[in-house]
């Protein structure tokens, strides 16, 4: 097709890797998974961070990774974007997207944690509201970030002494 041949005939310009990009994308929506890894790569091989796009082809290469079972390399993909996304573009989705592998890899106290990291450090973020469902399910489980575990001792002292912070003083 037409996108091919501005891929060859302008490999490395911008329209050329834009093409490489376009490419990628429909591969992906086919659910061509292989062909869009490799496309994804070749797009961010060729450039360098920080960069918008290329953040978005990480974010991705990370979903290709979990869509293929490939658990490990979709968690080290999303550690990748949340490392190198320019400002905090996309790592709430990246953030959230390591919590949901951690948790179908069944490290739940880890899922835990990274969830309460998208809550925590992605406050304005949509996703934050799927994070608090996941940590509503994990804690009914036993699971609860070490955080909000000597949150509950603090209160629960301080409730069953009646002594509330500062009192004493």
């Known amino acids: 097709g037409s996108l091919s041949k501005v891929k060859s005939e302008h490999?490395?310009?911008p329209a050329g890797l834009l093409a490489t990009l376009?490419?990628?994308d429909a591969q992906y929506k086919l659910g061509k998974y292989d062909e869009a890894q490799k496309s994804y790569s070749d797009f961010v091989n060729a450039i360098q961070p920080p960069d918008a796009?290329?953040?978005i082809a990480q974010?991705?290469?990370?979903?290709?990774?979990?869509?293929?079972?490939?658990?490990?390399?979709?968690k080290g993909a999303y550690e990748k974007l949340l490392a190198e996304a320019p400002h905090t573009f996309l790592k709430d989705e990246a953030a959230f997207g390591k919590a949901k592998v951690l948790?179908?890899?069944?490290k739940k106290q880890e899922a835990a944690e990274a969830f309460q990291a998208v809550k925590d450090g992605y406050a304005d973020s949509p996703l934050v509201r799927d994070a608090t469902e996941q940590l509503t399910t994990l804690a009914t489980a036993g699971f609860v970030p070490a955080a909000v575990k000597a949150a509950q001792a603090l209160?629960?002292?301080d409730a069953g002494t009646g002594a509330g912070a500062g009192a004493g003083k």
Do not use: M, P, W, Y
């Open 11 to 13: 490999t490395g310009s």
């Open 22 to 24: 376009a490419t990628a």
């Open 53 to 55: 796009l290329r953040s």
């Open 59 to 74: 974010l991705n290469l990370a979903r290709i990774a979990e869509n293929k079972k490939d658990l490990d390399g979709a």
């Open 103 to 106: 948790l179908a890899q069944g």
């Open 155 to 157: 209160q629960a002292v």
